[in-house]
């Protein structure tokens, strides 16, 4: 089964970006999952249960925004955290905030920072019902 670190979904229509993710993250010690698209994602999703998903936005079928909103609608996925990594255009991102995407990471990316990202994640939903936004200066202000 998983081990500590926990399950991540990719999902990108890019057998290599997948593969790319897939190694930096395993050698990470976190168990990965794969789909092709945000349709595929929708199926795979509800089966393998993953702690976090990173989603590419340009994909055949059901584009990553869409998939993200899909996840947000349903019960199960509601809290589930969810990453945009992709080429964006501000606008990609001002739609990924409206539908409740957690992080982003734009393409190409570091390695580093891919791990960063799906670790705070994990963190982030390994904690239902306490959702704490990252700290800063102005949290005091309402």
Do not use: H, W
């Amino acid at each position: 089964m998983s081990g500590e670190s926990g399950r991540v979904l990719v999902v990108d229509d890019s057998e290599a970006i997948r593969q790319l993710i897939r190694v930096n993250l395993e050698l990470e010690g976190f168990e990965v999952v794969t789909a092709a698209d945000g349709a595929e994602c929708l199926e795979v999703v509800r089966r393998v249960k993953p702690d976090v998903v990173t989603l590419d936005v340009v994909m055949p079928r059901l584009d990553g925004l869409r998939t993200a909103a899909r996840l947000r609608a349903a019960p199960g996925t509601r809290r589930l955290p969810i990453a945009i990594v992709s080429a964006c255009t501000p606008a990609d991102l001002d739609l990924g905030e409206s539908v409740g995407v957690d992080g982003y990471l734009g393409k190409p990316f570091d390695p580093a920072d891919l791990v960063a990202l799906v670790r705070r994640l994990m963190v982030l939903g390994g904690t239902p019902g306490e959702f704490r936004p990252e700290r800063t200066d102005r949290t005091d202000r309402g």
